[in-house]
């Protein structure tokens, strides 16, 4: 991906070189009719923190306003928050947008039922394409203007995919860890995969799909908590194309307490392996795809960098990798535990420059999520208990109200139930006696990197990572 990634920064070839674009212009006589009808979908579930801002920003996309239809779907559980979402989407009706309240009498399929039911509307049937922006994402006005016009003109293309930007990436340390990490994953793999194989996975929001082309791939389907991945890989194996335009970004928030994150992780890394487990014997014997593109979506989509990934970090850096300085007799060569290693590193963070002083930090932390992401995938590969959680990334709002936040502190409590993590603490006890065996008895100088990791095992295990904030 490395030298992909560069053959494209050095060469240049843009979204426009390689894919027919052209600005769409006004038909005096056809008037609007040129121009395709777009669905708006923006899926939500009591989100009272951040429904106003995607709806406004929504609501303030630059389109003929016959040939936009904004759909509200409301999953929401509390009466309060859907009585608060309803009543916006009546103060925008108000204004001449074309807008829809959608609800359900249930949630299944959580997000991906939502979607579903939401493309079932008699209305739904004269739109082209379909924007999906989840809540907290606020994109230009522009944004049809930039992405339509690649589907209008290209009808292999299915997926129009944007890239993301954190409004409150500077909250506190773990947003600007997951800054790093996504920045790697939108400036490398994203971009990779569109210019190679025309192939990435979808990111579940921020992107515009051809209808025909989700239609002909299944629909949405909930048989695993990656909906988004599912439906793009069933699209890819039918023929379509994915385009992903770095340059066109949608603002939107992190999650910036520790258990928030925990819970989208688990999501994303149990899925992804469930997914494979389930979809690999299709993919191996589907026809319509080339043998190189299935030995890239099984071995370096899924298999490299969704299972190996995950578990490799954990089991050699912090298993294998001590347990050495407790058997001597095992060496593991300087080009295995470090070279390789920092060239992977330094070539992942690449994406945020401006976050290169954090670099040690951030091994440290993902060394820490590793093990996280290690169970998850293990439950998605063996479809063990927990495989289908569905727990909505909790947002709040903070970046947007900057100054509501500076004047109400929020209140923070010890809860021993939520914040100290008993498997974090033991394996940063495991990491600390590894370390003073190998100051007193070893011969490999590890003691440095396994203190310092056992610190951040600790740091994670008694929650001292992100905002608290108390239910109470």
Same mark, same amino acid.
């Given at each position: 991906?490395?030298?992909?990634?560069?053959?494209?920064?050095?060469?240049?070839?843009?979204?426009?070189?390689?894919?027919?674009?052209?600005?769409?212009?006004?038909?005096?006589?056809?008037?609007?009719?040129?121009?395709?009808?777009?669905?708006?979908?923006?899926?939500?579930?009591?989100?009272?923190?951040?429904?106003? =801002?995607?709806?406004?920003?929504?609501?303030?996309?630059?389109?003929?306003?016959?040939?936009?239809?904004?759909?509200?779907?409301?999953?929401?559980?509390?009466?309060?928050?859907?009585?608060?979402?309803?009543?916006?989407?009546?103060?925008?009706?108000?204004?001449?947008?074309? *807008?829809?309240?959608?609800?359900?009498?249930?949630?299944?399929?959580?997000?991906?039922?939502?979607?579903?039911?939401?493309?079932?509307?008699?209305?739904?049937?004269?739109?082209?394409?379909?924007?999906?922006?989840?809540?907290?994402?606020?994109?230009?006005?522009?944004?049809?203007?930039?992405?339509?016009?690649?589907?209008?003109?290209?009808?292999?293309?299915?997926?129009?995919?944007?890239?993301?930007?954190?409004?409150?990436?500077?909250?506190?340390?773990?947003?600007?860890?997951?800054?790093?990490?996504?920045?790697?994953?939108?400036?490398?793999?994203?971009?990779?995969?569109?210019?190679? %194989?025309?192939?990435?996975?979808?990111?579940?929001?921020?992107?515009?799909?051809? *209808?025909?082309?989700?239609?002909?791939?299944?629909?949405?389907?909930?048989?695993?908590?990656?909906?988004?991945?599912?439906?793009?890989?069933?699209?890819?194996?039918?023929?379509?194309?994915?385009? %992903?335009?770095?340059?066109?970004?949608?603002?939107?928030?992190?999650?910036?307490?520790?258990?928030?994150?925990?819970?989208?992780?688990?999501?994303?890394?149990?899925?992804?392996?469930? =997914?494979?487990?389930?979809?690999?014997?299709?993919?191996?014997?589907?026809?319509?795809?080339?043998?190189?593109?299935?030995?890239?979506?099984? %071995?370096?989509?899924?298999?490299?960098?969704?299972?190996?990934?995950?578990?490799?970090?954990?089991?050699?850096?912090?298993?294998?990798?001590?347990?050495?300085?407790?058997?001597?007799?095992?060496?593991?060569?300087?080009?295995?535990?470090?070279?390789?290693?920092?060239?992977?590193?330094?070539?992942?963070?690449?994406?945020?420059?401006?976050?290169?002083?954090?670099?040690?930090?951030? *091994?440290?932390?993902?060394?820490?999520?590793?093990?996280?992401?290690?169970?998850?995938?293990?439950?998605? =590969?063996?479809?063990?208990?927990?495989?289908?959680?569905?727990?909505?990334?909790?947002?709040?709002?903070?970046?947007?109200?900057?100054?509501?936040?500076?004047?109400?502190?929020?209140?923070?409590?010890?809860?021993?139930?939520?914040?100290?993590?008993?498997?974090?603490?033991?394996?940063?006890?495991? =990491?600390?006696?590894?370390?003073?065996?190998?100051?007193?008895?070893?011969?490999?100088?590890?003691?440095?990197?396994?203190?310092?990791?056992?610190?951040?095992?600790?740091?994670?295990?008694?929650?001292?990572?992100?905002?608290?904030?108390?239910?109470?």
């Amino acid at each position: 991906m490395g030298i992909v990634i560069s053959f494209v920064k050095l060469f240049g070839r843009k979204p426009e070189k390689r894919y027919k674009w052209e600005p769409m212009k006004d038909d005096i006589e056809l008037g609007n009719s040129v121009y395709p009808m777009v669905l708006i979908q923006i899926p939500m579930y009591n989100e009272k923190e951040v429904y106003q =801002l995607s709806i406004g920003a929504a609501c303030g996309l630059s389109w003929p306003s016959d040939r936009i239809i904004i759909q509200v779907l409301d999953d929401s559980t509390d009466p309060i928050i859907k009585d608060l979402v309803e009543m916006e989407c009546q103060r925008w009706a108000s204004k001449g947008i074309n *807008i829809k309240y959608e609800i359900r009498d249930n949630r299944n399929g959580y997000k991906a039922g939502a979607l579903k039911e939401g493309l079932k509307r008699s209305y739904v049937k004269q739109c082209d394409f379909v924007a999906i922006f989840d809540a907290d994402f606020q994109p230009e006005p522009d944004f049809l203007w930039r992405t339509v016009p690649f589907l209008l003109h290209n009808p292999n293309i299915a997926l129009v995919q944007a890239r993301w930007k954190f409004v409150n990436a500077n909250e506190c340390f773990l947003t600007r860890m997951q800054e790093m990490s996504l920045d790697y994953h939108f400036t490398v793999e994203q971009e990779v995969g569109s210019s190679t %194989y025309a192939f990435f996975g979808f990111n579940g929001t921020a992107g515009v799909w051809r *209808i025909a082309a989700l239609n002909e791939a299944g629909g949405w389907k909930d048989r695993t908590t990656v909906e988004d991945m599912d439906l793009a890989v069933r699209a890819s194996l039918k023929g379509w194309k994915f385009l %992903y335009l770095g340059d066109l970004k949608v603002k939107n928030e992190l999650p910036s307490s520790l258990k928030a994150y925990r819970y989208q992780q688990h999501r994303w890394s149990c899925g992804p392996a469930n =997914l494979l487990r389930k979809m690999i014997m299709e993919i191996i014997t589907n026809k319509k795809v080339s043998a190189w593109k299935k030995v890239h979506v099984i %071995y370096s989509f899924f298999f490299v960098r969704k299972v190996v990934a995950h578990i490799n970090t954990f089991v050699f850096y912090c298993l294998v990798l001590p347990a050495t300085v407790l058997v001597p007799e095992v060496e593991v060569p300087k080009w295995g535990s470090v070279y390789i290693p920092s060239i992977i590193t330094l070539l992942n963070a690449v994406g945020t420059p401006r976050s290169l002083h954090l670099l040690v930090y951030w *091994i440290l932390f993902e060394n820490v999520m590793a093990m996280h992401r290690t169970k998850g995938t293990i439950i998605g =590969l063996l479809e063990a208990s927990r495989v289908n959680e569905w727990i909505v990334t909790e947002k709040l709002g903070d970046a947007s109200k900057p100054k509501l936040a500076a004047k109400t502190p929020k209140k923070t409590r010890f809860w021993i139930g939520e914040r100290v993590l008993m498997w974090e603490l033991g394996v940063g006890a495991y =990491l600390f006696i590894c370390g003073i065996y190998d100051i007193f008895f070893g011969k490999n100088q590890y003691f440095i990197f396994l203190f310092l990791q056992a610190i951040a095992f600790c740091i994670v295990g008694f929650g001292f990572v992100g905002t608290h904030v108390s239910s109470f």
